[in-house]
Nanobody, 120 residues
Framework: QVQLVESGGGLVQAGGSLRLSCAASGSIFSNNAMGWYRQAPGKERELVAAISSRNSTYYADSVKGRFTISRDNAKNTLYLRMNSLKPEDTAIYYC??????????????WGQGTQVTVSS
């Protein structure tokens, strides 16, 4: 059974930075695409960034140039570096495991989420 545990969220001022981490266990981490979703109050969950098993990346337009997704297969850990944070980035951020090596195949396992709050 896959387990995903996020960490690194918190309160930061606009313009600041955070790095989220997601520790994965229970499967061969390197075989699957991974992603970061977020959900703000009253809004649907949205895919923020994704990385394939071959390290191809995807970013939502709203975070391009500010967020960087990366993975360390030796540590079974996924990261999301978030720079130039804006109040509209405030949300619960979830780590997700892809159903295959490609992120276009969807995501089927989720972590419990970590809160990111950006103050203006």
């Amino acid at each position: 059974q896959v387990q995903l545990v996020e960490s690194g969220g918190g309160l930061v001022q606009a313009g600041g930075s955070l790095r989220l981490s997601c520790a994965a266990s229970g499967s061969i981490f390197s075989n699957n695409a991974m992603g970061w979703y977020r959900q703000a109050p009253g809004k649907e969950r949205e895919l923020v960034a994704a990385i394939s098993s071959r390290n191809s990346t995807y970013y939502a337009d709203s975070v391009k140039g500010r967020f960087t997704i990366s993975r360390d297969n030796a540590k079974n850990t996924l990261y999301l570096r978030m720079n130039s944070l804006k109040p509209e980035d405030t949300a619960i951020y979830y780590c997700a495991r892809g159903n295959s090596g490609s992120y276009v195949g969807g995501f089927g396992s989720w972590g419990q989420g970590t809160q990111v709050t950006v103050s203006s």
